[in-house]
């Protein structure tokens, strides 16, 4: 056998040392020279006294922190609370645009079945469904791509991209429900992520590069931009698809 | 004390914001030790120690309870306390011999008697030692306080610095392999 290394024998001295290292050091005078020495200096390292903490540390630290802190409940209605009146006026906005096509598309099919023989394609709704999706992801994608390049301290520098990030968590809710609503895991799993970026960028009161740098980190923002970028493919194909079989669908 | 902790950050998370102050007095002396041990700075390392509370409070919706509160309050204040490394100015304090004497900051070396040329040594290498931790890397200086130190092992130091177990061991590794290189000529002559 070899002789140990510096790598041995720090596993040696921390006792996450092999069998075959430890039965080494008992029979290699080299070797156990060696780690004596290398022993002797490791235990040198002594920390400095850690002075003691006694509970009224504890009592210190809560009162110094107990006026930053916001309780929950509170924080949650009120982040409850916008995000409910922007479900409202976006679901409004949508029943409203729903009617108009609906009442639009009685008069235009009266209009239309006195001069032509064509149906409604039901691949259209299914286009425009597809294409307002890649807009999104569109979107989410270069929201993301900010986020990942974003490096200012001054929370001002940080406006526009969590404007960007307000305006898309409440349509990404949307998505996130229908996808999940129409069986769809793996975009209604990639835009779950994706809404806990977008809410911690949205809300955050003070965005710094550091909070920045946490997102990044903590929520694995590479991550979710290749999820994305996988189902705006997947949305490119799709809409290429539909395009391609509209001809077919005409009567 | 599990259980507990639980049942404590349920009850923060439901409203109660006092609730959150049994989980500071129970685990701030905890965070100030291997706070102090990383930083060497005892100012320094209660402003960590409200760092870190503030921080897991922030993110208490994101602790899932797979491990103890007391852990994960702990890998929050090491990173912590490895962003303050990072900054400028922060000045680790590394001792040498078995006793150090905190009031007037003197260095014992173990069995040798103290004529005013070895105690002028022995102050040649705490200050070395101080600059050689200094030298290391906020990941390798964290990771052998929390090896050396904290006794924690090498699954444990990936966790708390979320890197690879390997990397883990590697920096621990630099880390010593740096401070021995350093040192071992000062030792040579104490």
Not at chain 1, 77 to 84: D, I, L, T, V
Not at chain 2, 89 to 98: D, L, P, T, V
Not at chain 2, 106 to 115: F, G, K, M, N, Y
Not at chain 2, 146 to 172: C, F, G, T, W, Y
Request: glycine share 6%; net charge neutral.
């Amino acid at each position: 056998m070899n002789h140990l290394g510096d790598e041995e024998m720090v596993e040696l001295y921390y006792g996450e040392g092999t069998s075959a290292h430890e039965a080494h050091l008992k029979a290699c005078r080299q070797c156990s020279a060696q780690y004596a020495e290398f022993k002797r200096s490791l235990d040198a390292i002594a920390p400095i006294s850690v002075p003691q903490r006694n509970a009224e540390y504890g009592d210190r630290v809560w009162t110094n922190l107990r006026s930053q802190l916001i309780p929950y409940q509170k924080r949650t209605a009120g982040w409850r609370s916008w995000a409910n009146w922007k479900t409202v006026a976006v679901a409004a906005c949508c029943a409203i645009a729903l009617a108009a096509v609906f009442l639009g598309g009685r008069y235009w099919e009266r209009f239309a079945t006195k001069t032509t023989a064509v149906a409604v394609n039901p691949q259209a709704a299914q286009r425009v469904v597809v294409v307002v999706l890649t807009d999104h992801l569109d979107r989410s994608e270069r929201m993301l791509v900010q986020l990942e390049h974003a490096a200012s301290n001054d929370p001002r520098d940080n406006t526009e991209l969590q404007a960007e990030a307000r305006d898309l968590l409440a349509s990404n809710r949307l998505y996130r429900v229908t996808a999940s609503n129409a069986g769809d895991p793996q975009m209604a799993g990639a835009l779950d992520h994706l809404e806990g970026v977008l809410a911690e960028v949205a809300n955050d009161p003070n965005l710094s590069a550091a909070d920045i740098e946490r997102v990044r980190k903590d929520m694995n923002t590479k991550g979710i931009l290749f999820e994305i970028r996988v189902l705006r493919a997947r949305g490119s194909d799709q809409e290429s698809e539909s395009r391609t079989a509209k001809g077919a669908t005409i009567l | 004390m599990q259980e507990s902790d639980h049942s404590i950050v349920q009850a923060v998370l439901a409203g109660n914001k006092d609730a959150y102050g049994a989980l500071v007095r129970a685990h701030s002396a905890t965070v100030f030790r291997v706070a102090l041990r990383i930083i060497g700075d005892e100012a320094d390392a209660e402003d960590v120690v409200q760092e870190a509370f503030l921080r897991g409070y922030q993110r208490l919706e994101s602790y899932q309870g797979r491990s103890t509160f007391g852990t994960w309050i702990y890998r929050i204040a090491v990173n912590c306390a490895l962003n303050r490394v990072g900054q400028a100015g922060i000045k680790a304090e590394f001792r040498h011999g078995e006793e150090s004497d905190p009031q007037d900051k003197t260095v014992q070396l173990a069995a040798r008697e103290a004529d005013p040329e070895r105690v002028l040594l022995s102050g040649e290498i705490s200050a070395a030692q101080g600059l050689a931790m200094q030298r290391l890397t906020p990941t390798e200086k964290s990771a052998f306080v929390l090896r050396h130190l904290e006794d924690r092992s090498m699954s444990e130091i990936a966790e708390i610095l979320e890197i690879a177990p390997n990397a883990a061991k590697q920096a621990v590794f630099r880390a010593v392999q740096k401070l021995r290189r350093e040192l071992t000529p000062l030792r040579g002559n104490a």
